[in-house]
């Protein structure tokens, strides 16, 4: 039995985890997509340790990893894959909009990386900047393989059944966490 979209929409569910950016090559790579936003991070240290201790002087970064358990295997290639990828990808670009939306009506910054082309979404100026996964989901402790074609980013659970998508922002963790319950 195929859903109509407005059932598939409403069983998506997704998981994410709030991570404190902590690995000062991972906040290099995302001030490289970001260069402008996280301009305010750059202090008299450079880029060593800029937003990822704890210091009152310094904003933190938070990376917040969206997963959606898919119905089909992300490392293949059809288009039923495709299909489904677009519609977790537009599903995800909805909700994280709102998300950020709601990040910066408090005061904070926050953008998102588009699934599907790798660059930043809200913010395109530096639209020539690729989020390249190989090196920075494994600086997140999440695996990838090389399946000849493509990199596959893998769910700890679902395996290759599994979209990922990431939001960044300066926002507190209690701001993040209500943004996300709010949508």
């Not at 937003?51 to 904003?59: I, Y």
């Not at 358990?69 to 288009?79: A, D, I, V, W």
């Amino acid at each position: 039995m195929k859903l109509n979209e407005a059932e598939f929409i409403e069983s998506v569910k997704f998981e994410y985890t709030i991570k404190k950016c902590t690995v000062p090559l991972l906040l290099k790579n995302f001030k490289s997509l970001f260069p402008n936003d996280l301009k305010n991070l750059i202090d008299i240290n450079g880029d060593k340790n800029i937003g990822c201790m704890d210091d009152e002087n310094k904003s933190p970064l938070y990376l917040i990893i969206c997963w959606s358990q898919t119905n089909l295997p992300m490392s293949g290639f059809s288009s039923a894959v495709d299909e489904e990828r677009e519609l977790r990808s537009n599903i995800f670009v909805d909700v994280a909009t709102k998300v950020c939306d709601n990040i910066k009506q408090k005061g904070y910054w926050s953008d998102f990386i588009d699934p599907l082309s790798g660059v930043p979404y809200l913010n395109r100026e530096n639209a020539n900047s690729v989020f390249v996964p190989t090196e920075s989901v494994q600086l997140m402790d999440i695996e990838i393989v090389d399946v000849g074609c493509c990199q596959v980013i893998i769910h700890p659970i679902w395996k290759v059944r599994a979209f990922f998508s990431i939001l960044i922002s300066t926002a507190p963790f209690d701001v993040l966490d209500q943004a996300l319950h709010s949508n």
